[in-house]
């Protein structure tokens, strides 16, 4: 089965630092890029960070200076590791990759979204 499997959320105090963890497993050939992006409640899905072969890393603007996104492609894990965080990164973080790989025994396109994973920053 292929599938994104994330790690790292939970609770911390503004100006306090978490690390995500994605690993992308199942027959995958090969990947284009990988990403994360957030959604706080009542709010729509955003993207926080990315890095792939064609665009390179980009970063939203709210995140720019204290999230650092890094990638181990022979892992097929992406990381984003969050310093100086705010009451407003409070959301649930989900992880994204796009690549080919084996479902079902065909060769396709593969777009893929993790569970997602919390995280909190009480002020």
């Known amino acids: 089965q292929v599938q994104l499997v994330e790690s790292g959320g939970g609770l911390v105090q503004a100006g306090g630092s978490l690390r995500l963890t994605c690993v992308a497993s199942g027959n995958i050939f090969s990947l284009n890029g990988m990403g994360w992006y957030r959604q706080a409640p009542g709010k729509q899905r955003e993207l926080v960070a990315s890095?792939?072969?064609?665009?390179?890393?980009n970063y939203a603007d709210s995140v720019k200076g204290r999230f650092t996104i890094s990638a181990d492609n022979d892992k097929k894990m992406v990381l984003l590791q969050m310093n100086s965080l705010k009451p407003e990164d409070t959301a649930v973080y989900y992880c994204?990759?796009?690549?080919?790989?084996?479902?079902?025994?065909?060769?396709?396109?593969?777009?893929?979204w993790g569970q997602g994973t919390l995280v909190t920053v009480s002020s």
């Open positions: 994204h990759a796009d690549g080919n790989g084996y479902v079902g025994g065909d060769y396709r396109y593969l777009e893929l």
């Open positions: 890095i792939s072969n064609g665009a390179g890393i």
